[in-house]
């Protein structure tokens, strides 16, 4: 049993005549502590299926098991329980909450996890040295630089140790050095035995992972473990 199972997904908008199928007939397995990067332009259906993947939507038709169990059609509230427990986000534009310091952002995802302010801390703490920002972490995202605010939400994101992290092109709005520093941060995420999604549009950027599906027009188009020469999966 993989860690998630996608069969025959589809997301489909304006169903009828001018219907817009996001994703047509999706189907993917992603292992427990692989590391996949999904590529795709705008418009691919790349920012769909991780919206499917987080369970940020539900999709139109298909199934989704995680950890073997059916999320497809869950309720919001329960789905909002599993996102809390199992996945950690990284987003492109950080959302940090601006009257918060570093390290409240970071303890923000665990007060809605009911934990004490003790437990918090500690979490937070630990997290926020994971990424080399202790130091920081009474200052505002404002006095913080591009690079410094994403590693606050990767450490908001790993804090409460959930075993996927699913990024989306974390390193958009970063300079290159910083961009770097991230991708070197959630590669040791994926040796230490995170499931890491990279959501990218950057081929560069998608070399760090150890897979890559490439998402074109719904469909998957390419599935191949990099550095080998054989597709791992032919969904076209």
């Given amino acids: 049993m993989s860690l998630i199972e996608v069969r025959d997904m589809y997301k489909i908008y304006n169903p009828g005549e001018n219907e817009v199928r996001a994703l047509d007939g999706v189907s993917l397995d992603i292992e ?12 691919s259906g790349k920012s769909t299926l991780m919206n499917m993947l987080g369970l940020l939507d539900v999709p139109t038709t298909g199934t ?19 996102r809390n427990k199992e996945i950690g986000f990284i987003f492109q534009g950080f959302n940090l909450i601006p009257s918060l310091t570093a390290q409240a952002n970071v303890e923000l995802p665990l007060v809605y996890r009911g934990m004490g302010a003790e437990e918090r801390h500690e979490l937070s703490t630990a997290a926020l040295a994971r990424v080399g920002i202790e130091n920081r972490m ?5 006095q913080l630089s591009g690079g410094q605010q994403q590693r606050v939400a990767i450490a908001r994101a790993v804090a409460a140790r959930p075993p996927i992290i699913l990024a989306d092109e974390p390193t958009g709005n970063l300079d290159s ?7 070197r941060i959630l590669t ?16 560069d950027i998608a070399a760090s992972a150890k897979r890559n599906v490439r ?15 054989a597709n791992k999966t032919d969904n076209t």
């Fill in 32 to 43: 427990e502590g692989e590391f996949v990067a999904i590529i795709g332009q705008s418009g």
């Fill in 215 to 229: 998402v074109q027009d719904g469909h998957i188009v390419d599935d191949y473990i990099l550095g080998s020469p």
């Fill in 138 to 142: 009474g200052h505002l995202p404002s």
């Fill in 64 to 82: 989704y098991h995680l950890h073997g169990k059916d999320v497809s059609g869950l309720d919001d509230d329960t789905l909002s329980e599993i």
């Fill in 188 to 203: 040791e995420l994926n040796a230490e035995g995170r499931t890491v999604i990279l959501i990218t549009h950057d081929t």
């Fill in 177 to 183: 050095h910083s961009g770097d520093e991230v991708m």
